[in-house]
């Protein structure tokens, strides 16, 4: 798309550019909000100096998802399908999909001015994208395709977004302003890319999900102010590991299975950490990726999977912990290093927690 054509669409997509809705309101009261606009309609409220300058950010970030969207919702028919025959810094196989998704977010945060540093799963530095040495005061930490290993059997995959602040004082090596606590996040968010396209996103005032209308090409708000619920009656692991997880997990599992608290819990697992955990967001329970003995640091990444995620779980109610410390609190020493994942509900994080605390008191 060109750069003017483009400006136009995110003029648009504000609303700022389009005199009325784009499509007129299916009822009385209600009325269609993209995210840039939900976006910049918060920031106004809350920070009414606000130049907006986040909303062109997150216009990065709905671009480039929806340039992804296009792509997987085609997969089978173009020749992404597949393995792109190379293996990339975690060692896995890289599929197609995963480098047009890398390459579109890359570029298209890349020219936003205010992003000065991005780091992905798929590249094992962090690129500076530093246009003016005085600007880009935000970092982008991204997956840019979750789950990926499912995309040739039509599952659903994910993008897994962070963002930061950079230190502007750190001149010499910006790409070291990554490793930052979670807690030091100022937005989170995923793209599920299933039977339908969904942005869901944090600026630490609530969790908001969006529905990408193809009819307009824009991010919907149809979801604000998600709630994780208290408590729900599903769980979510790999059981193929749970001989090899630690015994209070073990322990956990097997008292959620028995029923004793009265709830009958049901398994579901997908396999990619943005479906299993969208689930999760909606109907509560628990997904565990505990330490195992082919991951014994646990398998998923701290600063572009577990702490968006957990911010987005805290946000909405529930809770995110590596079995003994909040996921938010966890000090990042290496950019791709991973961590234990349990995030879910409030009742079945604390039941785990009491089993955790149980064992290591023996
Ligand atoms: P396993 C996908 O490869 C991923 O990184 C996450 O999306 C997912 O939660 C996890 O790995 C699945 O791992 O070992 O159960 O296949």
């Not at 030091?184 to 942005?199: C, D, E, P, W």
């Not at 990408?212 to 149809?222: E, H, Q, R, T």
């Not at 529930?318 to 909040?326: E, I, L």
Request: hydrophobic share 35%; glycine share 10%.
């Amino acid at each position: 798309m060109l750069k003017d054509e483009h400006s136009a669409a995110v003029v648009d997509d504000l609303g700022l550019g389009a005199p009325k809705p784009a499509v007129p309101p299916n009822e009385p009261g209600t009325q269609l909000i993209t995210a840039e606009q939900f976006i910049l309609q918060q920031r106004m409220a809350r920070f009414p100096t606000t130049s907006g300058e986040f909303s062109w950010l997150l216009s990065g970030i709905t671009l480039a998802t929806k340039m992804v969207a296009a792509q997987v919702r085609r997969a089978g028919l173009t020749s992404l399908l597949g393995s792109a025959g190379e293996i990339n810094v975690q060692g896995e196989t890289v599929q197609r999909l995963d480098v047009f998704a890398n390459q579109a977010l890359l570029h298209c945060l890349g020219n936003r001015g205010n992003v000065g540093v991005l780091a992905s799963e798929e590249n094992e530095q962090p690129v500076i994208a530093l246009q003016d040495p005085e600007g880009g005061k935000y970092i982008v930490v991204f997956d840019p395709l979750d789950g990926s290993s499912n995309i040739d059997v039509n599952v659903n995959v994910g993008t897994i977004f962070s963002i930061m602040r950079r230190d502007m004082s750190n001149t010499s090596d910006p790409g070291a302003d990554v490793l930052q606590q979670g807690t030091r996040q100022i937005a989170a968010g995923y793209v599920v890319y299933g039977s339908s396209t969904m942005l869901v996103y944090t600026t630490g005032d609530g969790v908001h999900g969006f529905t990408l209308d193809p009819a307009i090409g824009a991010y919907v708000l149809s979801h604000p102010n998600m709630q994780m619920p208290d408590r729900g009656n599903l769980y979510s692991t790999n059981e193929a590991n749970a001989d090899s997880y630690p015994e209070y997990c073990r322990r956990f599992l097997h008292w959620l299975k028995s029923g004793e608290d009265g709830t009958a819990y049901s398994s579901r697992y997908i396999g990619s950490l943005v479906a299993d955990f969208h689930r999760t967001l909606l109907k509560g329970g628990i997904f565990l990726y505990p330490p195992t003995s082919q991951y014994p640091k646990g398998k998923l990444r701290l600063l572009y999977e577990a702490n968006p995620i957990a911010m987005l779980a805290e946000q909405a109610g529930g809770r995110a912990s590596d079995g003994q410390n909040r996921i938010l609190d966890i000090e990042p020493t290496d950019l791709h290093q991973r961590v234990p994942l349990f995030v879910g509900s409030r009742y079945e994080m604390d039941r785990l927690e009491e089993f955790a605390r149980r064992m290591k008191m023996r």
